[in-house]
């Protein structure tokens, strides 16, 4: 958790902020250099994160474990949930698991992550402000051969109010081709955006930057800069954000 006390009511969500495996269960059976992959973690998220929560003084929560030992952005019921294998890499450590042995992960791992986010959401309740659940993610260049040609893309489900503005805002600069729920869908891929925003009635967005800009510090600080100036435009009225179910 970071800036737990923040003014600001967005609520910044990274939940593969980490390529981290809990001691017990060492590499999980894997290569060093798969953790040095996106089939690990979000190359880039973690700082992005950071600088946002400086900027805007939000708070932020942070998984501090791989996505291969368990997906925060996934639901218990979905496919991956805990991973047999991710991006064709077989993840030996998570071959024929037992329903004890996903409990103990989710329990562990998973529930405290969203227990935080769910505490931090409720402590900008209690201050008289609506959360705004932000999450934080970057995305490969190129996927099954194919590259990709956003720099970064607003995912989202059913409510549009932060996407389509920050959208808007980020087509400004003509040299910038932003997606409209692209590389991925929010409509097929976004539990932790839903969870903590769109069931509430929060405005809620998934932002996704293409890890190719964001390799190394000073870039992820640049990225995370540009955020905080759209969002802070974008927020400035906030009576257009209010709980609102679609």
């Known amino acids: 958790m970071v800036n ?3 003014s600001s009511p967005v609520l910044l969500m990274c939940d593969h902020a980490s390529a981290a495996t809990p001691a017990e269960y060492g590499s999980l059976g894997l290569e060093s250099e798969v953790f040095s992959q996106h ?3 979000d190359i880039g998220a973690r700082t992005m994160t950071l600088e946002l929560a400086e900027r805007l003084d939000a708070s932020a929560v942070l998984a501090n474990f791989s996505r291969l030992l368990i997906d925060p952005n996934r639901s218990p019921s979905q496919p991956g949930f805990v991973p047999a294998v991710s991006d064709g890499i077989e993840i030996p450590a998570n071959q024929d698991l037992d329903a004890a042995e996903i409990g103990h992960r989710q329990r562990t791992y998973y529930e405290p992550f969203h227990d935080a986010l769910s505490l931090q959401s409720q402590k900008i309740r209690a201050r008289g402000q609506v959360p ?3 999450g934080i993610h970057s995305f490969t260049p190129i996927m099954q051969g194919a590259g990709r040609p956003w720099e970064i893309g607003m995912l989202w489900n059913r409510d549009p109010r932060l996407a389509k503005q ?3 805002w980020l087509r400004r600069d003509p040299a910038l081709t932003v997606g409209d729920n692209e590389p ?3 409509k097929v891929l976004g539990h ?3 969870f903590h925003g769109g069931r509430h009635g929060y405005a809620n967005v998934v932002i996704e930057v293409r890890q190719d800009l964001v390799a190394t510090e000073a870039d992820a600080r640049a990225w995370g800069a540009l955020l905080a100036d759209a969002l802070s435009e974008i927020t400035a009225d906030l009576s257009l954000f209010g709980v609102q179910h679609y």
Request: proline share 6%; hydrophobic share 45%.
């Open 184 to 186: 991925y869908s929010g």
């Open 166 to 168: 920050l959208i808007n």
């Open 132 to 134: 705004l659940a932000v």
């Open 4 to 6: 737990p006390d923040g």
């Open 39 to 41: 089939v690990a973690y």
């Open 192 to 194: 932790t955006m839903d």
